[in-house]
């Protein structure tokens, strides 16, 4: 069943890292953040433009600060899910991931289920069912070649295929009737 509540997860690689990065995406995403978010200089991030980033610090309930981070606003609908996003790009100890994650589900996010951002990029209607495959392609991609195959699949290679042998067969069918 999909649903339109908020959902957010670690978007990196779980592990010791220079940088990691929790993805946000739904209707609550920004005032999720806004929340947690502690600006260096007063600003809130539901007043930013889209497709902007912004250094601050991620506190918690009792101000503390638990990172300093660089958190970006992409407002929807030209996102990826087509719902609003804000991705935190903190450190990548798993610590400091597992922390700054547990303080957006405190505010009210769902853990995301593997894949959910795509498949809601697919039921929101900005990818199509081959596309949202060659993202798991394209994760999944241990040569160069089928590198290639994903990144052409999810520009719409297979689709404009699939939907010119569509067109053909309609065009077809109409000269029959």
Same mark, same amino acid.
């Given at each position: 069943?999909? %649903?339109?509540?908020?959902i957010a997860a670690i978007a990196t690689a779980v592990g010791e890292s220079?940088?990691?990065?929790? !993805?946000? %995406?739904?209707?609550?995403?920004?005032?999720?953040?806004?929340?947690?978010?502690? =600006?260096?200089?007063?600003?809130?991030? %539901?007043?930013?433009?889209?497709?902007?980033?912004?250094?601050?610090?991620?506190?918690?309930?009792?101000?503390?600060?638990?990172?300093?981070?660089?958190?970006?606003?992409?407002?929807?609908?030209?996102?990826?899910?087509?719902?609003?996003?804000?991705?935190?790009?903190?450190? @990548?100890?798993?610590?400091?991931? !597992?922390?700054?994650?547990?303080?957006? /589900?405190?505010? @009210? &996010?769902?853990?995301?289920?593997?894949?959910?951002?795509?498949?809601?990029?697919?039921?929101?209607?900005?990818?199509?069912? &081959?596309?949202?495959? &060659?993202?798991?392609?394209?994760?999944? =991609?241990?040569?160069?070649? %089928?590198?290639?195959?994903?990144?052409?699949?999810?520009?719409? @290679?297979? =689709?404009?295929?699939?939907?010119?042998?569509?067109?053909?067969?309609? =065009?077809?069918?109409?000269? /029959?009737?």
């Open positions: 069943m999909y %649903s339109n509540d908020t220079g940088i990691g990065i929790i !993805r946000i %995406s739904g209707a609550d995403a920004i005032t999720i953040a806004d929340n947690i978010f502690d =600006s260096i200089k007063d600003k809130e991030l %539901s007043n930013v433009e889209t497709y902007t980033a912004h250094y601050c610090h991620i506190v918690d309930k009792e101000g503390q600060v638990i990172d300093e981070v660089i958190t970006l606003v992409m407002k929807e609908p030209k996102t990826y899910t087509t719902e609003d996003i804000v991705e935190i790009n903190c450190h @990548g100890g798993t610590v400091i991931l !597992r922390e700054i994650l547990d303080l957006v /589900l405190d505010q @009210g &996010a769902r853990l995301a289920e593997p894949g959910e951002f795509t498949k809601r990029a697919f039921l929101n209607g900005r990818i199509d069912l &081959a596309q949202a495959e &060659a993202v798991a392609d394209l994760i999944q =991609s241990k040569t160069e070649a %089928s590198l290639d195959v994903a990144l052409n699949q999810l520009e719409g @290679g297979l =689709s404009d295929k699939v939907n010119e042998i569509r067109q053909n067969i309609i =065009s077809l069918l109409a000269h /029959l009737e």
